[in-house]
C-alpha cells in the first residue's frame, strides 16, 4: 500500500472517531433537555406551559436532522471523496478540472495529440468567440499553424512545457497573435499517448497592442470630434492626388472654417464649445458621400476633399448644401445658437497634375482667407491672383500701423436722412486709408486685417475722437446740431475701459453725449451679462446706441428688449433684393414692426432705388441711408451738402443727388 493511500485512511478513521464523539455528546444534551422540559411543564400553566411545549418540540426537530444530515455526510463523503478515490481519472478534462479551469482569467484549450479539442475555459471562449462548436483545432488556426502545435507536443512529453508563437483566428476570422504555453495535464501519464491531453494557454503576443493602438489613434484622429486629423488628412489626400494623376478624375479640396467661434467660447465656456464642435462634426459627416475625406485641422478650423467631384458649378452645389447645414441653430445649454461658416475651395481639374497635397491645401487656405476679408458666411474659389495676398497683407499691416501716425486715415461722413420730414438727421463716420502709393483703400481692404491684429482698438479709438471733434466743429459754426454714428468693433467693445475711453473722447473733443451714437453688431450681446452693463453705463452717460446690420444676427429678442437700445438699423442685403425677393420684403417689413413695438426707432441703409423709397416710406421706416440722397462723402463734400440742404425744401434736396 502506497504511503497516500495509509495517510487517506488515517485521516477517514480520525474523522469517524470525531463524529461518533459528537453524537455521544448531542444525545446526552437531549436526554438533559428533556428532562429539564418536562419537569418545567409539569410546574407550569396556561400560556407559559404552550410555550414550553412549542419550544421542545422545535428542538427534537433540530436534533432529528442533525442526525439526517450527518448520516448523509458520512455516507455520502467516504463513497466519494476525491481523496480517497484510487481509480484513474476518465479522458475527458471536463468532471476533474472544469472547476478548476472555469475561474481562471488565462484563455486555455484543452485538446488531445490527435488535435481533438475535448475543453476550453470561459476566457477562451471570451477572447475567440468560439463555444462549444469548436471541436478541432483546425477549426481556429490555419493548417500551418496546426501543425507546428501538434508536432510541439513530442517536446512537451519530454520537456514537460514548451512556449512558442502561433496565429490563431477569432470566430468572424480575424487573426489573433498568440504567446502559447502547452504542457501535458497533471496525473494523467499513466494514459496512452493518443489519450493524452494537453492544456493550450494563450497570453498577447504583443502585450502593449492597446497602447500602441491608442497611440495610433492619437496620431492619426482628432480625440475630441473622432474624425481623422491633419496627419492622415494629408495622407489621404497625397494618395488621392497620385490616383486623380492616373486615372484623370477631378478633387475639390474645401478648407472650413466657423465664423466668430471665439465669442461662443467666451460667452458659453470652452467646454460648449467643444460640444459645439462635436456637434458641428457630426453634421458635416453626415453631409459627406463615401469618395469624401474630413477631418478638423486645429481648432475651429475642418477640412475635406471630394474626389470625382466634377465641375465647378457642381461643386458650388455641394458647398451650398455644407453651408445649409448650419441654417438650424445648435443647442448649448438649452439656447439655440447660430453659426455660419467660411469655405475656401481648391477645384483640380482632371488635366491638372498637382502631387503636393499641401500646395492644394494652402490654396484653398488662401480663398478662405479672402472669404473671412469680405464679410465671411460664403465661399470662394482659389484664383491664381490670390498668390499674392499673403504677402500683400504683410505688406498692408506694416503700412497700416505707419498711417495713424502719418495722418494717411481720412473720415467719410454719409448723411442719414428722416422719412417723414425730408431731413438730414443723423450722419455716420467712415474711415478711408489714403495710401501714398496706392491711393485710397476702401475699408473693406483693411478692416478685417486690423480686427485681426488688433489694430482695430487703435483705429477705432482715433475715428471716434475725430468724429467727435469734427461734429463739434461744424456745431461751432452754427450747422444744425445732429448726432454722428460710429461703429464700434468687437475688440473695442471687450474692452474693460470702454466707458471710460468714451468719457475721455467727449471730454477731449467738447462734444455733448446725445450727439454720438454708437453702432454695435448682435453678435457683440451674446454675452448677455457684460453687454447689459456696458450698455447700461455708455446710456447713462447720455450716448445713443444703435444696433448695425440687424437681422443678420442671432440676439435673443427676450434680451434685446432689455438693452437701452434707441435704434435698429436694418441691413443692406434686405433692402438691395426688396423688390426681388418677398422674403426680404417680409423680413424688412417685420422689422420695421418690431423696432416700433419696442420703442425704437428703424433706420434702413443701403436705399438705392426709387421703389425701395417707396416702399419704406408705406412700411413707415423712420429714417433712410444711401446712395439714392448721398454717396459718403469727404468733410468738405458733407459739409457743402448739409448747408446747401438747410437752404433749400426738404422735398426738393430728396432728389438732388440721387
Known amino acids: 500500500m502506497s504511503d497516500r493511500k495509509v ?48 419550544l421542545l418540540t422545535a428542538m427534537l426537530g433540530y436534533a432529528a436532522a442533525a442526525k439526517i444530515r450527518s448520516s448523509h455526510y458520512q455516507r455520502f463523503g467516504v463513497a466519494h471523496n476525491p481523496i480517497s478515490t484510487i481509480e484513474p481519472p476518465a479522458v475527458s478534462v471536463q468532471p476533474t478540472w472544469k472547476s478548476y479551469y472555469d475561474h481562471l482569467p488565462v484563455p486555455m484549450l484543452f485538446v488531445r495529440q490527435d488535435g481533438k479539442v475535448v475543453g476550453m475555459n470561459p476566457a477562451f471562449q471570451e477572447v475567440t468567440g468560439f463555444d462549444g462548436s469548436l471541436i478541432t483545432i483546425g477549426q481556429w488556426m490555419e493548417e500551418q499553424a496546426c501543425s507546428k502545435l501538434i508536432q510541439a507536443m513530442d517536446q512537451v512529453t519530454s520537456e514537460g512545457e514548451i512556449e512558442l508563437e502561433l ?55 482628432d480625440d475630441m470630434t473622432g474624425l481623422p486629423n491633419r496627419r492622415m488628412f494629408m495622407q489621404r489626400l497625397e494618395e488621392a492626388l497620385e490616383m486623380a494623376a492616373h486615372a484623370s478624375f477631378s478633387i ?89 461658416m467660411s469655405i475656401g475651395v481648391k477645384l483640380i481639374h482632371e488635366d491638372m497634375r498637382i502631387h503636393d497635397a499641401g500646395l492644394a491645401v494652402q490654396q484653398a ?32 499691416e506694416h503700412d497700416m500701423r505707419k498711417a495713424l501716425t502719418r495722418g494717411e486715415f481720412e473720415l467719410y461722413y454719409q448723411p442719414q436722412v428722416d422719412m417723414s420730414t425730408c431731413r438730414i438727421v443723423g450722419m455716420e463716420a467712415l474711415v478711408r486709408w489714403n495710401h501714398p502709393e496706392r491711393g485710397l483703400i476702401p475699408p473693406g481692404e483693411f478692416i478685417s ?14 475715428i471716434m475722437e475725430e468724429a ?41 473733443t467738447g462734444l455733448e453725449p446725445q450727439y454720438l451714437d454708437l453702432e454695435i453688431t448682435e453678435s457683440m450681446t451674446m454675452e448677455v451679462s457684460r453687454a447689459s452693463q456696458t450698455l447700461r453705463k455708455l446710456k447713462d452717460m447720455g450716448v445713443a446706441i444703435s444696433i448695425d446690420d440687424f437681422g443678420t444676427g442671432y440676439s435673443s429678442l427676450h434680451y434685446l428688449k432689455n438693452f437701452p437700445i434707441h435704434r435698429l438699423k436694418i441691413d443692406r442685403s434686405f433692402v438691395r433684393d426688396l423688390q426681388q425677393d418677398p422674403n426680404d420684403a417680409a423680413i424688412v417689413s417685420a ?6 413695438n419696442m420703442n425704437m426707432q428703424v433706420i434702413a441703409e443701403g436705399v438705392e432705388t426709387k421703389e425701395q423709397l417707396v416702399f419704406l416710406q408705406n412700411n413707415q421706416c423712420d429714417n433712410i441711408q444711401g446712395y439714392y440722397f448721398s454717396p459718403p462723402l469727404p468733410r468738405s463734400g458733407f459739409e457743402s451738402l448739409f448747408r446747401r440742404y438747410s437752404l433749400q425744401s426738404g422735398s426738393d434736396a430728396m432728389f438732388v443727388h440721387k
Open 252 to 340: 475639390a479640396v474645401l478648407y472650413m472654417d466657423l465664423d466668430r467661434f471665439k465669442r461662443i467660447n467666451d460667452t458659453f465656456g470652452t467646454d460648449f464649445g467643444d460640444m459645439l464642435l462635436m456637434q458641428i462634426a457630426d453634421r458635416l459627416l453626415r453631409s459627406m458621400t463615401e469618395n469624401d475625406v474630413i477631418a478638423r485641422m486645429e481648432g475651429d478650423e475642418f477640412i475635406c476633399f471630394m474626389t470625382n467631384a466634377g465641375s465647378e458649378e457642381e461643386v458650388k452645389e455641394r458647398v451650398r448644401q455644407l453651408l445649409s447645414v448650419f441654417e438650424e441653430p445648435f443647442e448649448l445649454n438649452d439656447i439655440p445658437v447660430h453659426v455660419t
Open 167 to 221: 496565429v490563431g483566428c477569432s470566430k468572424d476570422g480575424f487573426p489573433q497573435d498568440w504567446l502559447i504555453r502547452m504542457t501535458q495535464l497533471p496525473g494523467l501519464t499513466h494514459c496512452p499517448e493518443e489519450e493524452a491531453i494537453f492544456s493550450v494557454s494563450l497570453r498577447d503576443a504583443s502585450p502593449n497592442r492597446y497602447m500602441e493602438e491608442r497611440i495610433r489613434y492619437m496620431a492619426y484622429y
Open 449 to 462: 486685417l486690423a480686427e485681426e491684429n488688433g489694430f482695430i482698438v487703435a483705429l477705432g479709438t482715433w
Open 468 to 508: 467727435c471733434r469734427q461734429n463739434k466743429q461744424w456745431q461751432d459754426k452754427g450747422l444744425e446740431r445732429i448726432p454722428v454714428s460710429v461703429n464700434l468693433s468687437v475688440r473695442q467693445f471687450e474692452m474693460n475701459n470702454l466707458t471710460e475711453t468714451v468719457q475721455e473722447v467727449l471730454q477731449r
Open 591 to 596: 422689422i420695421i414692426a418690431l423696432g416700433h
Open 7 to 54: 495517510q487517506n485512511e488515517r485521516q477517514l478513521q480520525k474523522r469517524d472517531r470525531s463524529i461518533r464523539y459528537a453524537l455521544y455528546v448531542m444525545a446526552v444534551s437531549l436526554i438533559t433537555a428533556i428532562v429539564c422540559t418536562g419537569w418545567a411543564v409539569l410546574q407550569l400553566e396556561g400560556l407559559a406551559r404552550l410555550w414550553v411545549l412549542i
Open 365 to 396: 487656405d488662401y480663398a478662405l482667407s479672402r472669404v473671412k476679408e469680405l464679410g465671411k458666411n460664403g465661399y470662394l474659389f482659389f484664383v491664381p491672383e490670390m498668390n499674392d495676398r499673403p504677402l500683400e497683407r504683410i505688406t498692408l
